[in-house]
């Protein structure tokens, strides 16, 4: 069984730029999973078009099996997904945050106030929990998001350059955390422009350029041909 499964995936802005020109994929279910491109190729596209946040223009996507387009609840319920950027409100209490998203996902308030702690405590942000988002530094924030696409216990777990300006000793504790995770057996799958962390994490792996897949193989055999 696949986790994602994409086919024939493009998409053109409202500008006319094509951003995507015909992408095919296939992430098995349980693999750590990188999607690696230097900036503009077009990985954050195809993370908001899993994620329902872009239009895409044609293409099929399969989450677990299920066409996207017409089992649209189901497939947010498998998936968590981390942005690139900040996208909660900045006003918003930390432990409010994980809890409305709880909400979001048809968690009961006892489940979701219990998820929150399990996952703040996990991220280290628990006794955070009263604080106002804007006073989190930015990678207090960053693993706020990822408390945040987790609380729900999602298959799939999807990260857009998750390490992208944090530092050496956070990337190499989020870097420990994304393993026990996927050990515990959600699928993962980041981006990333950064060969290292692609190498480190990752059994398998996609390149991206210019909106085309150009290579697609393990870890393993990209690195014996370096
Ligand atoms: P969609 O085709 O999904 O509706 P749009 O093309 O309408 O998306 O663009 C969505 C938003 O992104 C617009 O507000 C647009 O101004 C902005 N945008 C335009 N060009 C870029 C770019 N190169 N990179 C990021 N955002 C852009
Ligand atoms: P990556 O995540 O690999 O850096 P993106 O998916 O963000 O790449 O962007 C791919 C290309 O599409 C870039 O050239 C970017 O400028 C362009 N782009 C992204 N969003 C928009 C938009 N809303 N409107 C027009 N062009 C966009």
Redesign the pocket.
């Known amino acids: 069984q696949h986790a994602i499964s994409i086919r024939n995936l493009k998409k053109t ?3 006319g ?1 094509e ?1 995507l020109k015909g992408v095919d994929l296939d992430v098995a279910e349980g693999d750590f999973f990188a999607l690696l ?1 230097p ?7 195809i993370i908001g078009i899993i994620s329902t946040l872009v239009r895409l223009t044609s293409g099929d996507i399969q989450i677990f099996g299920k066409d996207v387009a017409t089992h649209v609840y189901e497939a947010k319920l498998s998936l968590g997904v981390v942005p690139q950027e900040v996208n909660f409100s900045q006003f918003e209490k930390v432990g409010d945050i994980v809890r409305t998203q709880a909400g979001y996902y048809g968690l009961s308030p006892k489940l979701a106030r219990e998820r929150t702690e399990k996952y703040l405590k996990k991220l280290d942000l628990w006794d955070k929990r009263d604080n106002r988002a804007r006073m989190l530094s930015g990678g207090m924030k960053r693993r706020l998001m990822i408390a945040r696409a987790l609380v729900h216990e999602p298959k799939l777990l999807i990260l857009d350059e998750p390490t992208a300006g944090v530092d050496i000793e956070l990337r190499r504790s989020m870097w420990d955390f994304l393993q026990e995770i996927n050990r515990n057996g959600t699928t993962i799958i980041l ?1 990333t422009h950064y060969l290292e962390e692609a190498e480190h994490l990752c059994r398998n792996i996609a390149i991206i350029n210019h909106g085309e897949i150009i290579e697609n193989t393990s870890m393993r055999s990209l690195l014996s041909k370096l």
């Open positions: 802005y409202a500008n730029y951003a491109g900036n503009g190729a077009g990985k954050s596209t981006t």
